[in-house]
């Protein structure tokens, strides 16, 4: 296990090599920014500086995963939505990889209905994500569970590695 420090920001990055006989893969397990609205008096400042923060730590992801030579897994919270700067810049890191369209996004190839992660202050977000290699990972299932244990719930995908 290994991580991905960037100055000044403390959420957490990990790299995780799983070495699976048939095909090793890596798994990035990320709690990316939130936007500090708890924390923050003033709310815009609060969501510009959650968002350049996920910028650099998405930007740091991109730049990992160019490095990879085993198929990817980035899961985990990114506490932002799809279509994101954040989710279309980690996404895009498979178009130089494989020639593919870039990583995909599990809950839109699999799951059903909104996919519902956060649901606190009267919102209703999708803002734990799983994008995976499609070139060698098929995925099985995705779905959300409910959860006491965070103001997130958990998404949890299953993969068939195909050699």
């Not at 920001?9 to 090599?17: A, D, K, Q, T, W």
């Not at 839109?108 to 734990?128: I, M, P, S």
Request: charged share 20%; with cysteine.
């Amino acid at each position: 296990i290994s991580s991905i420090k960037l100055p000044y920001i403390g959420h957490s990055i990990y790299r995780v090599l799983v070495r699976h006989p048939q095909q090793p893969i890596v798994i990035y397990c990320c709690h990316l920014t939130s936007n500090l609205l708890m924390l923050s008096s003033d709310k815009w400042g609060g969501l510009k500086e959650g968002y350049r923060n996920r910028t650099l730590e998405a930007d740091a992801i991109y730049e990992a995963l160019q490095h990879e030579s085993y198929p990817v897994i980035v899961m985990g919270d990114m506490n932002d939505i799809s279509g994101s700067y954040t989710l279309r810049r980690i996404e895009s890191v498979g178009t130089l990889r494989h020639g593919s369209a870039g990583l995909t996004d599990a809950w839109w190839k699999g799951g059903f209905g909104y996919g519902t992660t956060y649901h606190d202050h009267g919102l209703r977000l999708r803002l734990d994500h799983i994008l995976y290699d499609e070139h060698c990972l098929t995925l099985s299932d995705v779905k959300v569970i409910d959860t006491d244990a965070s103001d997130h719930n958990a998404l949890v995908g299953g993969f068939r590695i195909e050699v």
